[in-house]
């Protein structure tokens, strides 16, 4: 963001909510940048790809746009909804805003609810379409606000869909979190009728389990990203806000973002989008094989935006889409949908969550080889040996 450098300044006018918007770039900041520096274990670390060195093909013969929310992306990946609200939060918008128009990722912003309910915050959110006006951008909301704040969202942001977040589990680890999560089936259902863009519905880390996709779909849902833990940590961000160890026991609760896809693979009523914990353009195009359509980052995002500003995040999304075309041409992937014929070994506590669960992880190792054209075997292929 170079000038725009945010500062974390305590937050004056807008009060609480204010001053947690900045406490979470600050937190969300320092957990990314601990991860990256450390080496701790990620599920997608389970996950390895068969390797067939005669599979590749070359580079340019891949297309990596995809069809998401009504939209062409042109790669799988996307800035997640992250903030807006206060000063710095402006500057953070403006810096993911540039970065957006210049890659043409898509990208969201965080909760809107502070500007609907407190108009002066607007321009933290309005800064988005200054810097990007004919970009693909995302308003964001609470499953609990009221169903006309749908077209409020959208109109502030000047959005091409909704994402509407669920957060039981940072509501419940906030001191001043809600305590009444029994309405939200209702109130996201009428978010979902009122909104005049398409909607997406995801988690904030915790991860979507199989149940909570099904009941997504029968309520009209069309595409949800299960946002699973592994990343950015908002049970530590909000334990540490408090100022004690109020609900640290919670430690490890939710479905990693693998965990989710894994649960989720093959549902056709349902476009799926992986974010949570995403590092690498590898960790990706793990989550594409498994069948997500798009990829959101975040947590890491904001760590280059915050410590390089605009043009660090520019160069940075640049390297992973050059990286992710490398990775397909590696994998004989065409495109990305071509992933999820790819034969992927699942490992470790990884495998034991697929046997626990009820998922077939044999059935990923042996999918569609590239060989397969070639008329070779491989062990477990329809013309090979059977299991
Ligand atoms: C600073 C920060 C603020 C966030 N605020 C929101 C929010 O307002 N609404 C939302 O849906 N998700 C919010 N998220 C969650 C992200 O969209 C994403 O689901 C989560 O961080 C996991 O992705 P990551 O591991 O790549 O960070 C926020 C994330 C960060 C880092």
Known sequence: ???????????????????????????????????????????????????????????????????????????????????????????????????????????????????????????????????????????????????????????????????????????????EGSRELGGWRDSLQALIAASPVPVIVKEVGFGLSRRTIDELGALGVHTVDVSGRGGTDFLAIENERRGDDGFAMLAGFGQSTAECLLEAAGREDVTVLASGGIRNPLDAVKCLALGARGVGIAGAFLRVALDGGGPALIDRIEAWQGQLRALLALLGAPDPAALEERDLLVRGRLLEYCGLRGIDASALARRRPPAASLGTQEPGSESGEKT
């Open 1 to 175: 963001m170079g000038s725009e450098r945010a500062e974390f300044a305590p937050a004056t006018a807008h009060g609480l909510r204010a001053e947690r918007k900045n406490d979470h770039l600050r937190l969300a900041h320092g957990q990314a940048t601990a991860r990256e520096a450390g080496a701790a274990r990620s599920d997608f670390d389970e996950l390895q790809f068969i390797h067939h060195a005669l599979g590749g093909i070359d580079s340019a013969d891949v297309e990596l746009s995809v069809e998401v929310a009504g939209a062409r992306w042109p790669c799988p990946l996307f800035i997640n909804g992250m903030t807006g609200g206060t000063d710095a939060a402006r500057g953070v918008n403006r810096a993911l805003a540039a970065a957006a128009r210049e890659t043409g990722v898509p990208m969201g912003c965080g909760s809107v609810s502070i500007a609907l309910d407190d108009p002066r915050t607007a321009p933290s959110f309005t800064v988005i379409r200054e810097e990007n006006p004919e970009g693909i951008v995302f308003a964001n909301l609470g499953a609990d606000r009221p169903a006309a704040d749908a077209v409020r969202a959208v109109e502030l942001v000047g959005a091409d869909a909704l994402q509407i977040h669920l957060n039981a589990v940072q509501e419940i680890a906030m001191t």
